[in-house]
């Protein structure tokens, strides 16, 4: 995580143009000369595994909730049909 999320900011940054060859229109990133210019920090062991804890963390929440949203507009499209249609009667439901 900590490697893809530091290359992203240079990505994000326009770090990569510079880095960039090819005139097929397809890009093609010059690594060597990439490596061999930038300076790239690495961080400690320490810091990276909190990083990718977090991260995990993180990615976990996105896809539960990704699911969540799934699920939750099957039961809107099954739902609302019926609704709509008279099927099922809500008017007895209290508040």
Same mark, same amino acid.
């Given at each position: 995580?900590?490697?893809?999320?530091?290359?992203?900011?240079?990505?994000?940054?326009?770090?990569?143009?510079?880095?960039?060859?090819?005139?097929?229109?397809?890009?093609?990133?010059?690594?060597?000369?990439?490596? &061999?210019?930038?300076?790239?920090?690495?961080?400690? $062991?320490? /810091?990276?595994? @909190?990083?990718?804890?977090?991260?995990?963390? #993180?990615?976990?929440?996105?896809?539960?909730?990704?699911? &969540?949203?799934?699920?939750?507009?099957?039961?809107? $499209?099954? /739902?609302?049909? @019926?609704?709509?249609?008279?099927?099922?009667? #809500?008017?007895?439901?209290?508040?």
């Amino acid at each position: 995580m900590y490697v893809y999320h530091y290359w992203q900011y240079f990505y994000n940054k326009g770090i990569f143009f510079n880095f960039e060859n090819g005139t097929t229109g397809i890009k093609n990133l010059d690594l060597n000369g990439f490596i &061999e210019t930038q300076p790239i920090n690495i961080a400690p $062991d320490n /810091l990276v595994i @909190k990083f990718d804890t977090l991260c995990q963390s #993180i990615y976990s929440a996105i896809y539960a909730n990704g699911m &969540e949203n799934e699920r939750l507009s099957l039961l809107r $499209d099954t /739902l609302l049909p @019926k609704l709509l249609s008279g099927e099922i009667d #809500i008017s007895n439901i209290g508040y």
